[in-house]
């Protein structure tokens, strides 16, 4: 599971997730979302990991900060307690492999549990330029996602077919929350941090947290 | 300086010469047990003055006297000065006069051994009372035992300049000699403590700068070249070639002291152009047989007196003294006075109760007294960017790695570890050169006892392979069972998701490393075996996330499949709860870890707390796998073999994480980090770490905590030696996604 934290650089900032289970290619995904590579040989994630990358959604600068958690079990204890402030999660299974298919609920579950209730949630079925080795179809993947109210795409961190938009469409359904006034931002338990007030901003200059401005703009 | 040529002690290289044989005995003599009496037993009184006079405070009229004296015991000179029994100026029962009296205890010096001084500044003005700064030196390497001070703010003790802000924009700087300085010594693994003080310089009310000296002497019926010719009778004294009036006592060749001469501080406010003093000398000897009567009233009075006086030389040499020395009184300050609050919070702490005695117990009374007059001061700048200059010198220096020669020097003929203690505490000082882990590392971790022979290991490690042989058949027997069908696959279903993961895992671990690295590299694949083979040998446990970079340095190390197996079995019985289930082996030291940094650094401890920080989440990769992934390969290695000496203490990288933090709570707690960018911050402190500084702190640090750190960590917490019995491990769900 990836937690994201969606941080825009002018006024506000977000968090996301990434979660899922172990192996699955989480850091992969990460890295090909802010470095734009593939690195076959990663380190196997130990507690949290981060990731971040500045993009624009309706011409605001948005700065995503992402977490990317250990995968195994046993760390669950500690992980919930990374997702409490994330805005965003993105839930990776590997399709090769139907284990991490059927592991999804408790995560899902726990997430629910522990995030706060308006986060969103992606769901992303990962390593879909290994279609010869598939174990689990699109469509068991699209049935999940409509069970649980999440959005689902198949990507590859090989390729990188869907990483930008797996990750800038779960930024983009952060954004359209706050804009809705779902999500207020000057309650961080949203995982929403405001940034610089450069720009017109969204909330008049509320909660401007000095402390983050170093990481948004810099 | 018209007296100057008075007082010169003819700086003669022949004298000096002579008195090299009767110095050099001093240094070997033992002062934590003298320090202790007032007079040692079978002494020889070779110099006494009476009316040497202390100023506990800044107000020149309040005084303690006393009786100065020399004392020679063997080839020992010793100092004492004790203040006159019921000598009064103030000390009626006004609150004040108890001030005094507890003045009084804390300030009397008791047999001081001139092997503990460094160098005695003399200051002879023209107007007013002669004095002498006494500076003391620490961290002697002379004696079998670590000797080093500490030092205590009496937060509670002390009154506070009253000093208004407005008109001095410069900053203002006002000394007082309110504080406690507490030498310590190690002996036997005991420690004795010596209660004396030292100055302190406030800036701006706050405190800033505090020095390892005595507070002046003033000589109020003269005396001070007799005082420094006596001295030089008995110990080697040498003028400094950088200021006449200060006169060096013994080793001058000891690395530490030059150390801490060349820690100069960077002067945080322009001393010369602020109007302030520290003791009024010459100020006020019509004042001398004055009671002092109305404290509040002497504030202002003060604050218009110092105008008068501008500038005062006696505050420059303050603070030149003083300035050496702060580096080691501000990390001594940050972290004593957490202590000291703690054991005088819980009545008295062990370490107070050996050689205080009186004076700590007036303390003791004092201190809740004076909590409640006296609640602004805190003891830790609230300046956070002023830490990050400073660095913490107290450790011992480390050492070079252990070579091979001495190694040898270890053993016996047939091998066996003659003094383990002794090799633990060599390796902890300096690790082990790589040639040779091999063979240390099976010792230190308990897979050969450090009684056996050669002959005896070579048995063991035949006999363990052949039982690593047979653990390893059993996973063997299931793959090759699994892969029969697809009915008997669905019975191993467990067991090869396990296998699954160990395979996903081991191709992700170090893989940068040359002896990882490339396709079909056979090191992964012992990697993967040996993890598989203890998945079955404590099927428990079974296999969990970070036990790979436990086992990579192992494996690294002793180049040998069934070694290695063993020796992660052993480490796993140390580590092995990090990776329980439940996470209480991980929850237990993240807690240890908040009570050490609670007593180690109250202000940070309450900084997380109010931050929502106290779970140390932040803390868990290090604990985890060890700091594998913050420090470099070859600087894991050295960092766990000196973890695993379990020297000062088993549970010594809980002291390491507090090192850390301690070195960047100014940036932490001045970035006013929250829970994530805490998370991400110390992350991102991978590959910054420099261990032998942060060795050196922990190792100060634990000795600092002593037993009120032992107490912050509950009975088994990890790692703690092996406990055998099999509920250590709770039940795994052998779950292993």
């Not at chain 2, 480490?571 to 908040?594: C, I, K, T, V, Y």
């Not at chain 2, 406990?723 to 250590?728: A, H, I, R, T």
Request: with cysteine; glycine share 6%; proline share 4%.
């Amino acid at each position: 599971m990836f937690a994201i934290l969606c941080v825009t650089t002018c006024y506000f900032s977000t968090s996301m997730f990434i979660f899922v289970c172990a192996g699955v290619g989480k850091s992969c995904l990460l890295l090909q979302f802010t470095d734009k590579r593939f690195q076959p040989v990663h380190d196997l994630t130990i507690g949290v990991e981060f990731g971040a990358r500045l993009i624009g959604i309706d011409n605001n600068p948005i700065k995503l900060q992402i977490w990317d958690t250990a995968g195994q079990e046993s760390f669950r204890s500690i992980t919930r307690s990374y997702y409490r402030g994330a805005a965003g999660a993105l839930l990776v299974y590997d399709i090769t492999r139907r284990e991490t298919f059927n592991h999804l609920t408790s995560w899902l579950e726990d997430a629910r549990q522990h995030a706060n209730a308006n986060m969103t949630v992606m769901l992303i079925g990962n390593k879909c330029d290994l279609a010869y080795r598939r174990a689990v179809s699109t469509e068991e993947g699209e049935q999940f996602a409509k069970e649980h109210g999440l959005v689902f795409m198949e990507a590859s961190a090989k390729t990188a077919q869907n990483v930008e938009e797996a990750f800038i469409s779960t930024a983009a359904k952060i954004y359209k929350k706050i804009q809705d006034g779902v999500i207020d931002i000057s309650n961080e338990s949203y995982g929403i941090k405001l940034g610089h007030q450069t720009g017109a901003g969204l909330s008049g200059g509320r909660d401007g947290s000095a402390s983050q401005a170093g990481s948004c703009c810099g | 300086m018209q007296e100057a040529e008075l007082h010169d002690l003819s700086d003669d290289a022949d004298y000096a010469a002579s008195q090299q044989q009767g110095s050099a005995s001093i240094m070997r003599c033992d002062s934590g047990k003298k320090s202790s009496s007032s007079e040692p037993e079978g002494a020889q009184i070779v110099y006494l003055k009476d009316n040497v006079t202390i100023h506990p405070t800044q107000f020149a009229s309040e005084r303690i006297s006393g009786r100065l004296k020399l004392i020679k015991q063997g080839s020992s000179l010793f100092m004492t000065w004790i203040p006159y029994k019921g000598q009064s100026t103030n000390a009626r029962l006004s609150e004040k006069g108890f001030q005094l009296q507890t003045y009084r205890n804390l300030y009397t010096i008791r047999a001081v051994p001139f092997a503990d001084v460094r160098s005695i500044r003399r200051h002879t003005p023209a107007l007013g009372w002669q004095y002498i700064i006494v500076v003391l030196s620490f961290g002697k390497e002379t004696s079998d035992c670590t000797a080093f001070t500490m030092f205590d703010c009496l937060q509670a003790n002390f009154h506070p300049p009253r000093i208004p802000s407005n008109g001095n924009k410069g900053g203002v700087i006002s000394i007082v000699y309110q504080y406690m300085l507490r030498t310590l010594s190690k002996e036997d693994g005991r420690f004795l403590f010596l209660l004396c003080d030292y100055p302190c310089i406030y800036i701006n009310e706050k405190l800033c700068f505090a020095g390892l000296a005595f507070p002046p002497l003033y000589f109020y019926n003269g005396g001070v070249r007799e005082f420094l010719a006596t001295v030089k009778q008995h110990v080697l004294l040498m003028r400094s070639a950088e200021d006449a009036n200060v006169f060096l006592v013994n080793d001058f060749q000891n690395p530490l002291q030059r150390t801490l001469s060349s820690l100069e501080l960077p002067r945080a406010v322009s001393i010369a152009s602020v109007p302030s003093t520290p003791v009024s000398v010459g100020e006020s000897s019509s004042q001398q047989n004055e009671e002092r009567t109305d404290v509040s009233a002497s504030v202002p009075q003060y604050n218009g007196r110092q105008r008068q006086k501008g500038h005062d030389p006696a505050r420059d040499i303050s603070i030149q003294v003083l300035e050496k020395f702060s580096l080691v009184t501000k990390f001594a300050r940050e972290t004593t006075s957490q202590l000291f609050r703690e054991t005088h919070s819980n009545g008295f702490g062990p370490l107070e109760r050996r050689n205080s005695n009186q004076s700590a117990l007036d303390y003791s009374h004092k201190s809740s007294e004076y909590k409640e007059d006296v609640p602004v001061q805190s003891p830790v700048d609230p300046d956070p960017l002023e830490f990050d200059k400073l660095s913490l010198v107290w450790g011992k220096p480390r050492q070079p790695p252990l070579g091979l020669e001495e190694w040898a020097t270890f053993l016996d003929s047939e091998g066996r570890v003659v003094d383990p203690k002794a090799l633990r505490k060599r390796i902890f000082y300096g690790g082990v050169e790589h040639k040779f882990r091999k063979e240390v590392w099976a010792i230190l971790l308990g897979y050969h006892s450090y009684e056996s022979t050669y002959a005896e290991r070579e048995y063991q490690k035949s006999i363990k392979k052949t039982e690593y042989e047979t653990i390893k058949n059993q996973w063997q027997v299931c793959t090759i069972l699994s892969s029969i069908s697809p009915g008997q696959a669905k019975r191993f279903t467990k067991f090869r998701e396990r296998k699954g993961l160990i395979e996903k895992d081991v191709v992700r671990t170090d893989r940068s490393l040359s002896f990882y690295d490339g396709d079909d590299n056979p090191n992964v694949n012992l990697l993967r075996d040996i993890l598989l083979t203890y998945s079955f040998y404590n099927f428990d446990l079974g296999y969990c996330q970070g036990m790979s970079d436990l086992l990579s340095p192992i494996l690294f190390v002793m180049e040998d499949e069934s070694e290695s197996f063993w020796c992660f079995v052993e480490l796993m019985e140390r580590l092995g709860p990090n990776f329980n289930r439940d996470q209480n082996g991980m929850h237990s030291q993240l807690f240890a870890l908040s009570k050490l940094v609670e007593l180690l650094d109250r202000p940070l401890h309450k900084y997380f707390e109010q931050n929502d920080c106290l779970n140390y989440f932040f803390c868990f990769r290090w604990i985890l796998i060890q700091f594998k992934r913050e420090l470099e390969y070859e600087q894991t290695m050295r960092l766990w073999e000196v973890l695993w000496t379990h020297y000062l203490s088993e549970h010594l990288h809980l002291y390491v994480c507090v090192a850390i933090l301690k070195r960047y709570r100014g940036k932490i707690m001045g970035e006013q980090m929250d829970f994530d960018t805490l998370l991400k911050f110390i992350n991102e402190l991978s590959g910054q770490i420099e261990l032998d500084a942060i060795l050196r702190d922990a190792e100060a640090l634990c000795i600092c905590a002593g037993e009120n750190g032992a107490a912050c960590i509950p009975p088994g917490t990890v790692p703690s030696l092996p406990v055998d019995n099999g509920l250590f491990y709770s039940q795994q769900d052998d779950e292993v996604l």
